[in-house]
């Protein structure tokens, strides 16, 4: 009775092995410009580029910038994206667009448009009284 059990059990770690290898597409990747941690923090530095663009009390810290894009990329390549697929996806106009786009439209619901200098100030001295990734990117010259 032991080995009939070991027989079924050294036939059905093939099976297993077949089956996990043709669910493997189900564990592939989501779009770069889908994966959400990604474009959450391309979308903050869309937004903290903009509220350094239009108000003269705040500046962009681009050492910082630089240093959160690198995590990004050590980020997008531990999840398995190609150093191509990284490179095409941040140098993408389309995509620039798409996050300059989306950053205008969180601004906006701050009341932040073209125009209202102290909008984006405002916008800009919140984030980084919360201590969030935007507020991170900037540093006030008041």
């Known amino acids: 009775m032991a080995w009939n059990a070991k ?14 290898m043709l669910a493997a ?3 592939a990747l989501v779009p770069i410009n889908q994966e959400k941690t990604i474009n959450d923090t391309l979308r903050s530095g869309f937004i903290a580029d903009a509220i350094a663009d239009n108000c003269p009390t705040l500046q962009p810290r681009r050492l910082r910038a630089l240093n959160e894009l690198l995590k990004l990329r050590e980020y ?5 994206y190609s150093a191509t697929e990284v490179r095409a ?14 950053a205008a439209t969180w601004l ?3 009341g932040a448009v073209p125009g209202k200098t102290d909008a984006y ?5 919140a984030e980084i009284a919360r201590g969030s990734l935007v507020g991170a990117l900037l540093r006030s010259t008041r």
Not at 92 to 102: F, I, M, P, S, V
Not at 121 to 125: D, L, R, S, T, V
């Open 89 to 102: 996806f941040v140098e993408d106009k389309t995509e620039k667009a798409r996050g300059k786009a989306e």
């Open 121 to 125: 100030c405002a916008a800009g001295e």
């Open 7 to 20: 027989e079924a059990l050294m036939k059905l770690i093939p099976m297993t092995i077949a089956a996990l």
């Open 76 to 80: 997008a390549l531990s999840q398995g």
């Open 108 to 110: 906006a619901s701050k």
């Open 25 to 27: 597409p189900a564990f």
